[in-house]
């Protein structure tokens, strides 16, 4: 019986154990221009640029952020080509015959692999030494997470400055959808705190 409810209980731990490990994203923290007054038209057209060699993670990450806002158009829409987007002048003269006013800038700014000591069950010095004597006890093990942080800033093209910047850390990533899906709501509602886009609530993804 007693090698039975083992059996039962350390199966439990390791489900627990692999639940734990899922993919999580939390914002860090973010930061607003002091003194800035951010006016509705201030924002009214803003191209989302995502900075990635991959193309179709871009594609992906700049609809997604579309998706929250009519405002929001991206990058591959208005500047197509990477010579295009590597042109500065080029670059300044769509934007301004567009009508853009700002642009919302992701890039991948650090990745970096942290373990995390994990204790046993038995919580007291009993339980531990029951272990000894034939009692289940689950030991203690190492947890590997890799962190990605993604900085987020917000640029005014009128007055060519920042305005906004934020940043998320990602916590072991289960799919790249997800992660993108995930970064995107915790950045468009941390704006909308610090208040940004007030008219488009409405226009958020669930």
């Given at each position: 019986?007693?090698?039975?409810?083992?059996?039962?209980?350390?199966?439990?731990?390791?489900?627990?154990?692999?639940?734990?490990?899922?993919?999580?994203?939390?914002?860090?923290?973010?930061?607003?221009?002091?003194?800035?007054?951010?006016?509705?038209?201030?924002?009214?057209?803003?191209?989302?640029?995502?900075?990635?060699?991959?193309?179709?993670?871009?594609?992906?990450?700049?609809?997604?952020?579309?998706?929250?806002?009519?405002?929001?158009?991206?990058?591959?829409?208005?500047?197509?080509?990477?010579?295009i987007a590597l042109d500065t002048t080029?670059?300044?003269?769509?934007?301004?015959?567009?009508?853009?006013?700002?642009?919302?800038?992701?890039?991948?700014?650090?990745?970096?692999?942290?373990?995390?000591?994990?204790?046993?069950?038995?919580?007291?010095?009993?339980?531990?030494?029951?272990?000894?004597?034939?009692?289940?006890?689950?030991?203690?093990?190492?947890?590997?997470?890799v962190n990605y942080s993604v900085e987020?800033?917000?640029?005014?093209?009128?007055?060519?400055?920042?305005?906004?910047?934020?940043?998320?850390?990602?916590?072991?990533?289960?799919?790249?959808?997800?992660?993108?899906?995930?970064?995107?709501?915790?950045?468009?509602?941390?704006?909308?705190?610090?208040?940004?886009?007030?008219?488009?609530?409405?226009?958020?993804?669930?």
């Open positions: 019986m007693k090698s039975i409810l083992s059996k039962v209980l350390f199966a439990i731990s390791i489900i627990t154990t692999l639940a734990s490990c899922g993919g999580s994203t939390y914002m860090v923290d973010s930061w607003k221009a002091p003194g800035e007054t951010i006016e509705k038209q201030d924002l009214k057209k803003v191209m989302v640029s995502v900075l990635t060699k991959n193309e179709t993670s871009r594609r992906i990450a700049e609809d997604q952020v579309a998706g929250y806002s009519p405002v929001f158009t991206p990058s591959y829409k208005i500047l197509p080509t990477q010579k080029v670059s300044k003269q769509i934007l301004q015959k567009e009508s853009f006013n700002a642009v919302l800038v992701f890039a991948l700014k650090d990745k970096n692999t942290t373990q995390t000591y994990v204790p046993g069950t038995s919580y007291n010095y009993w339980g531990y030494h029951g272990y000894y004597y034939g009692s289940y006890y689950d030991p203690g093990y190492i947890q590997q997470d987020t800033n917000l640029y005014s093209l009128k007055e060519n400055k920042l305005l906004w910047s934020g940043m998320t850390t990602t916590v072991n990533p289960v799919s790249l959808e997800q992660s993108i899906s995930e970064i995107v709501k915790e950045v468009y509602q941390r704006m909308q705190k610090d208040g940004l886009f007030p008219d488009t609530t409405d226009q958020q993804n669930p």
